[in-house]
């Protein structure tokens, strides 16, 4: 180790490395520099774009302290972990700053709101097997939220994970096998087995919860989930060093409530933007929020909807409220805007990383409930007549009206207490308005006079040495100080205490000057700690109402959710549909929710109707051709059904849906690299997945299965599963194929139907009218779409003389052409050639 290595300042550091661990990267505050040193500087510098350089023989490179967000962001992007080592204590001359490590950032618990998708939950999860159960909870840091649920297998908690898209995934060290089984994720973390012991894990959640028991929760039994929530909190608390204060509730997940959609599914329907995804999504298509907190709580509903007819037919209730008032909706709308993301900020202010501008957002947003909940209250309207009563006092809408709670006090109180334009730093002075604190305001009329005077100094000794370039300084070693230059140093007077030679002169310091920088300081310092102490209990007076914040901030996002569904059904002209326990998927004149928003101008979306029910259609089998609208008109009927589970009204003229347990889909081709499956493989994967998962209840959406593979292999495998669909599992079941030969089940089975993609052929170009009818299709138009694809015309004629000859039961001959020989070829060898293409060649199948 170099000599610098045994300095103070690095032994400082080295002391406080070694509490890290190694993949942790140690920020060291240094004056107005995050430092790195060692093997951190070498792993953070190409990330970071920055030089690394070697002082005394360690390798160490830095970044600006005011501009740390941005690099932090880039390694927390990268995976890496960031410790921050912070000054502690002020720089006195002679002494070493005292250093702590104030917190450790990672990409599941970044609270820094520039560097969040507003959007988006920002999730830290974790996993754990117990006995044949696995066990997830997961907690948004920024928000607070906390939730547990358990899952029978490995495929369904994947399933969750692929909705939850967690930033960043714990696992036991002990359990590697369980992340394997999950797909490996990249931001997967092992962590130490021991903060999963069942006995630990219960006693870190009963302490912080300030409870006897989990019970209360709704955690009986569910071992695997509290051994990971335990493992979270421990990991937030102890290994990170964050405050959890702010996390005062836990919810357990009932996973029989919700429709269960597997990841593949959720890939083939397009349900939200994954990151770096496709922008055109149902998400996109619905979210015409006001808040980040409505947009996170949609997302959420989207990934997550609902079986429970009494809770959808409220929220239908309040949709349809807001589209029988369309003013009161647009003043809803309104008032939203104006309310800031109250979820994140109430938490930075929790976790003591939030400032006066946090206090201010949240005194801005609180102000607007009262007026949103005398909007919302059953009164007479402007006109004299009263709201629509039946919609608007159910216990639904009374339900998120009581939890919009009035702080109005508390909103007076910051707006009295916090200046117009707060710093960012809540240590540096100027947080408070003038007037609010007397003595604050002496402080700071004594240190403003104070520098007043020390410009008043500096023009008098100007003018008594009569050296124009003299200047009075501050910094934080020396305090106040006279610089002289070089040139000027022999007409200093002779009561000038010289106090430091520099490069480009002298400084100096008189009696009086000092005296004055001892009020001036004593001032300032004086005024800032009174500041912080002052910004720390008004902090608190605010986090004593954390709770109600909380509530209030869940209810403007249901509010936020509901108006923004509302505003979609209000500008698309979408029908409310009629949800019942059948099993029974009526629609009439159905459009595509994403495609109908979407398309160019002129155009206009082909509305179709889907009739399934249980006894004379619960399977339909679709024919016709590529392009013709097959796959749209599938992922229509899943994104309808899907939509009116949450509780949104539909694109529709009018719709009759029997609530569905799972919605299953196996549409488009792909194959997984990673884990060495062809395409076919993972066609099959997903199709098992479907026979074996799939009840009467479910909605199984099947796109040309069975392609993969030879003609008789597909064609049998895809009847396989009709069959089997049908007689054994009873599903809802949308089937298009390619196989004209499986439309003969429909004469011997009941409930299958058969469907065609209307096409209208035109001097020999085919027109797609995307109308489904019924029927199955005459043929599959292959020539002619490839024709549109822009095959070569003598390829077009070639199929067509092959397709005749095998219609005929043929095989197809190769075309007889004369073999082009070149001219420097012996005209013995051209002979030999022309009369073995005359012969003709091997056929098609030789």
Not at 122 to 150: I, M, Q, S, W
Not at 483 to 496: R, W
Not at 502 to 509: A, F, Q
């Amino acid at each position: 180790m170099s000599d610098a290595a045994t300095t103070p300042m690095m032994k400082q550091y080295l002391a406080m490395r070694r509490e890290l661990p190694e993949d942790v990267l140690l920020f060291f505050r240094l004056g107005d520099f995050y430092e790195l040193f060692f093997e951190d500087a070498k792993t953070a510098s190409p990330i970071l774009n920055v030089a690394l350089t070697k002082r005394n023989g360690v390798p160490m490179c830095g970044v600006p302290h005011h501009s740390s967000q941005g690099y932090i962001a880039k390694l927390i992007k990268a995976g890496k972990r960031v410790a921050i080592g912070e000054q502690t204590s002020d720089p006195v001359p002679g002494k070493i700053v005292e250093r702590a490590i104030s917190q450790i950032l990672s990409a599941g618990t970044v609270n820094d709101l520039n560097l969040l998708d507003a959007s988006r939950p920002n999730y830290l999860a974790a996993v754990f097997r117990e006995g044949k159960k696995f066990g997830l909870a997961c907690v948004d840091h920024t928000t607070g939220e906390f939730e547990v649920a358990e899952f029978k297998d490995a495929i369904e908690l994947a399933d969750e994970l692929e909705r939850l898209q967690p930033s960043e995934l714990l696992y036991s060290d002990e359990q590697r096998d369980v992340i394997e089984a999950l797909g490996s994720p990249v931001a997967a973390l092992a962590v130490e087995g021991y903060l999963y012991l069942l006995d630990q894990a219960e006693h870190s959640l009963t302490q912080h919860f300030k409870v006897q028991s989990l019970d209360g929760f709704g955690c009986q039994g569910l071992r695997a989930s509290i051994c990971a929530a335990g493992a979270i909190l421990q990991y937030l608390q102890f290994q990170l060093r964050r405050s959890v204060e702010h996390i005062q509730r836990l919810r357990v997940a009932q996973i029989s409530e919700v429709v269960l959609i597997d990841a593949a599914s959720q890939s083939h329907l397009e349900l939200v933007n994954a990151r770096g995804g496709n922008q055109h999504t149902l998400l996109s298509a619905l979210d015409r929020t006001c808040t980040s907190m409505g947009a996170r709580k949609l997302r959420h509903w989207v990934l997550h909807p609902l079986r429970d007819l009494d809770v959808l037919t409220q929220r239908q209730d309040m949709v349809s409220a807001f589209l029988d008032e369309p003013i009161l909706l647009g003043q809803l709308r309104t008032l939203l805007k104006e309310i800031r993301d109250l979820e994140r900020t109430s938490s930075r202010l929790s976790q003591g990383s939030g400032n006066g501008r946090d206090l201010q957002a949240l005194a801005v947003s609180l102000e607007v409930v009262p007026a949103l909940k005398t909007l919302l209250d059953v009164a007479p309207h402007s006109d004299g007549v009263a709201g629509d009563a039946s919609a608007r006092s159910s216990p639904h809408w009374n339900g998120v009206v009581r939890h919009l709670h009035d702080l109005t006090p508390l909103c007076q109180e910051i707006q009295r207490a916090i200046a117009d334009e707060p710093p960012m730093q809540i240590k540096e002075g100027g947080v408070f308005r003038e007037g609010y604190l007397p003595e604050l305001d002496e402080l700071r009329n004594a240190s403003s006079l104070g520098r007043q005077w020390i410009a008043d100094l500096q023009n008098r000794e100007i003018e008594r040495t009569g050296i124009k370039s003299l200047k009075i300084k501050y910094n934080a070693v020396f305090g106040y100080f006279i610089e002289i230059t070089k040139a000027n140093v022999g007409s200093v007077p002779t009561d000038y205490h010289r106090k430091q030679t520099t490069v480009n002169g002298e400084r100096y310091i008189t009696d009086e000057l000092k005296r004055m920088e001892d009020k001036i300081l004593g001032a300032e310092e004086r005024s800032k700690a009174l500041e912080y102490e002052e910004f720390v209990a008004l902090r608190g007076r605010v986090l004593e109402h954390l709770a109600r914040i909380q509530e209030t901030a869940e209810a403007i996002a249901i509010l936020d959710s509901l108006g923004s569904l509302a505003e979609t059904a209000r500008l698309f002209n979408y029908t409310r549909p009629v949800l019942n326990e059948t099993r029974n998927l009526f629609i009439r004149d159905g459009r595509h929710p994403v495609l109908d928003q979407n398309l160019a101008s002129g155009e206009r979306f082909v509305p179709n109707d889907i009739t399934l029910e249980p006894e004379e259609s619960r399977l339909i089998l679709i024919t016709g051709p590529n392009m013709a609208g097959k796959s749209t008109y599938l992922r229509m009927t899943a994104l309808l059904t899907l939509m009116a589970q949450i509780g949104s009204f539909l694109p529709v003229a009018s719709a009759e849906i029997g609530l569905v347990d799972r919605i299953f889909t196996r549409i488009g081709a792909s194959d997984d690299i990673a884990r060495g499956q062809s395409t076919f493989m993972v066609e099959m994967n997903e199709t098992a997945l479907i026979l074996n998962n799939a009840t009467e209840r479910s909605l199984v959406i099947l796109d040309e299965i069975g392609r993969g593979t030879s003609t008789f292999d597909g064609l049998s495998i895809a009847w396989s599963v009709a069959e089997h669909l049908h007689d054994k599992v009873g599903a809802r079941t949308l089937f298009a194929t390619h196989y004209h030969e499986i439309t003969a089940l429909a004469q011997s089975r009941n409930a299958v139907k058969n469907y065609n993609v209307a096409v209208k052929e035109w001097n020999q170009q085919i027109i797609f009218l995307h109308k489904i009818l019924p029927g199955s299709a005459e043929k599959s138009y292959g020539i002619q779409v490839a024709r549109l694809a822009g095959l070569p015309e003598n390829v077009i004629d070639r199929a067509k003389e092959v397709l005749q000859q095998l219609e005929s039961g043929h095989q197809p001959a190769e075309s007889v052409k004369e073999v082009p020989v070149p001219t420097s070829v012996p005209s013995k060898a051209r002979k030999k050639a022309k009369s073995e293409a005359d012969a003709g060649q091997m056929d098609l199948f030789g």
